[in-house]
C-alpha cells in the first residue's frame, strides 16, 4: 500500500506570539499569496481577494477595528482574506485562460456559464456561501504556504466586518470572511493542541 509523509502539515500550531522585529518582503508575500490561489474553486470562479496589511499605518489602522488583537502588529503581515459573491456573469473571463492552455475545450464554456447561473443566480445565501468556503479554502492553503517557508500563522474571527470592509475599501460583493497574521514565531507559543480521536470524526461507508 502506498505511504506519504506530512512533516509540514503535522507541524503547523496557531502561533500567537510573534517577533515585531522582523519583516518579509514584498516577494515573500507575492510568493504565498500564489501559492494560496493554487487552491480549488467552483466552476474556477476564483471570488478570492487578499489585502496584505504590512506597513504600521495600516496595521495600526486594522487593530483599531480587530479587537485590538497584538498579532495583527506583531505579525510581519496580516492578511485581510475576502471572498467575493459567487458571480456567473465571471465564468467566461476566469474559464478563458483554460481555454487558452488547451484544458478545456471552447465549447463547454456556456454549460458551465449556465450550471454556474442555476446555482448562483438570484440566490445570496448561496452566493455568500461559496464566497466564503473560497476565501476559506484559499486561507487555509496560504496557512500551510507559510509554514513550508518557516512562517508562523494565526487565524482570526474577532473583528468588526463593516468597519473592515470602509476602513480598506472592499465593494459590495466582498466579504472579509477572516484576517490571518503571518511572520516569524517567538518562543513561548503553544505546541498542536491535541485532536479528537478519527473515531469520532471519521465514518467509513
Given at each position: 500500500?502506498?505511504?506519504?509523509?506530512?512533516?509540514?502539515?503535522?507541524?503547523?500550531?496557531t502561533?500567537?506570539?510573534?517577533?515585531?522585529t522582523?519583516?518579509?518582503?514584498?516577494?515573500?508575500?507575492?510568493?504565498?499569496?500564489?501559492?494560496?490561489?493554487t487552491?480549488?474553486?467552483?466552476?474556477?470562479?476564483?471570488?478570492?481577494?487578499?489585502i496584505?496589511?504590512?506597513?504600521?499605518e495600516?496595521?495600526?489602522?486594522?487593530?483599531?477595528?480587530?479587537?485590538?488583537?497584538?498579532?495583527i502588529?506583531?505579525?510581519?503581515?496580516?492578511?485581510?482574506v475576502?471572498?467575493?459573491l459567487a458571480?456567473?456573469?465571471?465564468?467566461?473571463?476566469?474559464?478563458?485562460?483554460?481555454?487558452e492552455a488547451?484544458?478545456?475545450?471552447?465549447?463547454?464554456?456556456?454549460?458551465w456559464e449556465?450550471?454556474?447561473?442555476?446555482?448562483?443566480?438570484?440566490?445570496?445565501q448561496?452566493?455568500?456561501?461559496?464566497?466564503?468556503?473560497?476565501?476559506?479554502?484559499?486561507?487555509?492553503?496560504?496557512?500551510?504556504?507559510?509554514?513550508?517557508?518557516g512562517?508562523?500563522?494565526?487565524?482570526m474571527?474577532?473583528?468588526?466586518?463593516?468597519?473592515?470592509?470602509?476602513?480598506?475599501?472592499?465593494?459590495e460583493?466582498?466579504?472579509?470572511?477572516?484576517?490571518?497574521?503571518?511572520?516569524?514565531?517567538?518562543p513561548?507559543?503553544w505546541p498542536?493542541?491535541?485532536?479528537r480521536?478519527?473515531?469520532?470524526?471519521l465514518?467509513?461507508?
Amino acid at each position: 500500500m502506498a505511504t506519504f509523509s506530512t512533516p509540514i502539515i503535522e507541524q503547523r500550531s496557531t502561533t500567537n506570539l510573534f517577533d515585531a522585529t522582523r519583516s518579509i518582503s514584498d516577494e515573500q508575500i507575492y510568493d504565498l499569496i500564489k501559492l494560496a490561489t493554487t487552491a480549488p474553486t467552483s466552476f474556477n470562479l476564483q471570488n478570492w481577494r487578499f489585502i496584505a496589511v504590512r506597513t504600521h499605518e495600516a496595521k495600526a489602522r486594522l487593530r483599531a477595528i480587530g479587537w485590538d488583537q497584538a498579532k495583527i502588529t506583531e505579525a510581519a503581515v496580516t492578511f485581510i482574506v475576502i471572498g467575493q459573491l459567487a458571480d456567473y456573469r465571471t465564468i467566461p473571463a476566469r474559464l478563458a485562460p483554460v481555454v487558452e492552455a488547451g484544458i478545456m475545450p471552447a465549447n463547454m464554456v456556456p454549460g458551465w456559464e449556465g450550471a454556474a447561473k442555476m446555482l448562483y443566480d438570484d440566490k445570496p445565501q448561496v452566493q455568500r456561501d461559496e464566497a466564503v468556503r473560497t476565501a476559506t479554502f484559499g486561507a487555509t492553503t496560504l496557512i500551510h504556504a507559510a509554514q513550508a517557508a518557516g512562517l508562523g500563522s494565526a487565524p482570526m474571527i474577532g473583528f468588526d466586518a463593516p468597519a473592515v470592509a470602509r476602513e480598506f475599501g472592499l465593494d459590495e460583493n466582498e466579504i472579509p470572511v477572516m484576517l490571518l497574521a503571518v511572520g516569524y514565531a517567538l518562543p513561548g507559543n503553544w505546541p498542536r493542541k491535541p485532536r479528537r480521536p478519527l473515531s469520532e470524526v471519521l465514518e467509513l461507508v
